[in-house]
């Protein structure tokens, strides 16, 4: 996943759950400048505080495996 579709996700999960930023940044325990950079697309976010975000929503940023023979 790359940084649009993060922030994509991100906003379109907080809609989905009728949050505003201020609420999403709230329940989360980030600041509302995080939330905002973090839906803007920011890329150089700390990946913990990504986590924390994403985890009321049941998902979580983390390493995955490249298959080496397709190189993906």
């Known amino acids: 996943m790359n940084t ?3 922030s994509e996700y991100v906003k379109s999960m907080r809609k989905e ?14 600041g509302l400048r995080f939330v905002r950079e973090l839906e803007q697309g920011k890329e150089t976010l700390r990946l913990d505080k990504v986590n924390q975000v994403l985890n009321l929503f049941g998902v979580k940023v983390g390493v995955v495996p490249m298959d080496k023979t397709t190189n993906q």
Request: proline residues 0%; charged residues 20%; hydrophobic residues 35%.
């Open 4 to 6: 649009a579709s993060l």
């Open 17 to 30: 759950h009728g949050l505003t930023q201020v609420e999403l940044s709230e329940k989360s325990g980030v």
